[in-house]
């Protein structure tokens, strides 16, 4: 049922955006007896919104932003699929598109908690600085209800600092003792997936997820701290948490089945989040580490001297580095520079030349990094070393990771990778 009314919805966008948006702010305050909770951030809102919905839906009916659609569709469709005699729960992940978009979307959820989880250089087409981000996210805060609820995160001292409207409250998350909650002794090194100990209220919960990455631990325990103030028992937030697997193209990782593991993490391809994939390849544990690497996003830097500089950095990583696109040979002639040989550094113009290439290579005990722009590319290369790929469009214009689109034409394989193949917790 939902499916047809998700399609009527998103056909009234293109001639009646307004209208579209008035109807769920009519919808909106009808929705007396849903707690609205809104998460925003640089990086981090697809996750903690996953993570958060899979916590709350254990408790009651909740609904939630889908597909990582954070702008004004995303946010009125959820709206829409409320139900104002049965949700309990409805969270919103609201993005930073243009200056204003964040208002506008906290203008109409109205949360009761509004979480903010970090302030990065991620959106370089409307904002030129960190101040402008933090501006821009901090307006999520000014729409909180009467009593609401501000999540912040301490350990970045921009969200730290921001304002809460007089009459909310505040709960802070971070690593200080300071915090109401806080963590220690994260650990994630392949094969160890992320755990840590969360300290909550004088109690302490040992948290174990299918995430990779320590950078994850802030979105966790933004979502662990919004449970424990809705009440819910923090035994049941931590088993919840065990049973939900990352996002798509987010730091996935994928046994394939000749024994290679894969870490998927082509849906951003910033530097912060390039340096945080890198780092835990640097921990892990693998008999050889390969590379696949196609752009970096969010900089101002040439396409000459941004691949060159990753492919130094690879070169103190990986075994085998491949970058694909019409600017691989700057990241080839980066890595052999710095010491690997061309053999080990190979460019291709596409995803099939380089499927061509590592499927014969991989075997057990490899780990391969997918990193880069958000480009399908990628993660054609990664579905076609399971089987062969239908979707033939050559240059994809899609925002969507190829799990996403109706176009890629094989449901079955996607969701034997997302529910079958992506590393569990043992």
């Not at 996953?50 to 009125?76: D, E």
Request: one cysteine or more; aromatic letters at 8%.
């Amino acid at each position: 049922m939902k499916e047809p009314i998700f399609q009527l919805w998103n056909s009234l966008q293109p001639v009646l955006s307004k209208p579209r948006w008035w109807v769920a702010s009519l919808m909106r305050r009808m929705l007396l007896k849903t707690t609205f909770i809104a998460i925003t951030g640089s990086n981090g809102k697809t996750t903690a919104t996953r993570y958060l919905a899979a916590i709350l839906s254990a408790h009651a009916p909740t609904q939630w932003t889908r597909l990582s659609r954070n702008g004004p569709a995303g946010i009125t469709e959820t709206i829409a699929f409320c139900n104002p005699w049965k949700t309990r729960y409805a969270v919103f992940e609201v993005g930073y598109g243009t200056p204003g978009s964040v208002a506008q979307a906290a203008s109409l959820v109205r949360p009761d908690i509004a979480v903010v989880l970090s302030v990065f250089l991620e959106h370089r087409a409307a904002a030129k600085n960190l101040e402008t981000v933090a501006r821009e996210k901090a307006e999520l805060l000014k729409s909180l209800s009467g009593k609401g609820v501000a999540v912040l995160n301490s350990d970045d001292h921009r969200v730290a600092g921001m304002h809460v409207p007089a009459g909310c409250r505040t709960i802070r998350y971070g690593s200080g003792e300071e915090n109401e909650v806080r963590f220690e002794n994260a650990v994630s090194a392949w094969p160890q997936l992320l755990r840590f100990t969360a300290v909550v209220g004088g109690q302490r919960l040992e948290i174990r997820t299918r995430l990779l990455g320590t950078h994850w631990v802030g979105c966790i325990l933004s979502c662990i701290a919004v449970a424990h103030e809705l009440g819910l028992p923090l035994d049941e937030v931590a088993k919840a948490i065990e049973k939900v697997s990352p996002y798509p193209a987010r730091m996935q990782v994928v046994q394939l089945p000749g024994g290679a593991v894969v870490i998927r993490d082509e849906m951003k391809g910033s530097a912060h989040t390039i340096e945080a994939a890198f780092a835990e390849v640097r921990k892990a544990t693998a008999q050889r580490k390969f590379l696949l690497f196609c752009d970096e996003s969010e900089t101002s830097r040439s396409p000459r001297v941004r691949l060159a500089r990753i492919g130094r950095q690879a070169a103190e990583l990986f075994d085998q580095v491949v970058f694909i696109g019409e600017r691989a040979h700057h990241g080839v002639s980066g890595a052999v520079k710095a010491g690997l040989s061309e053999r080990q550094a190979r460019a291709f113009a596409d995803y099939t030349g380089a499927s061509d290439f590592l499927q014969p290579l991989l075997g057990p005990g490899d780990l391969v990094l997918l990193k880069g722009t958000r480009n399908n590319q990628l993660t054609r290369v990664f579905y076609s070393l399971l089987e062969e790929v239908r979707c033939t469009v050559s240059q994809c214009k899609r925002t969507m990771v190829c799990d996403d689109c109706r176009d890629f034409r094989n449901p079955e394989l996607v969701r034997r990778v997302n529910e079958q193949l992506t590393v569990r917790i043992t």
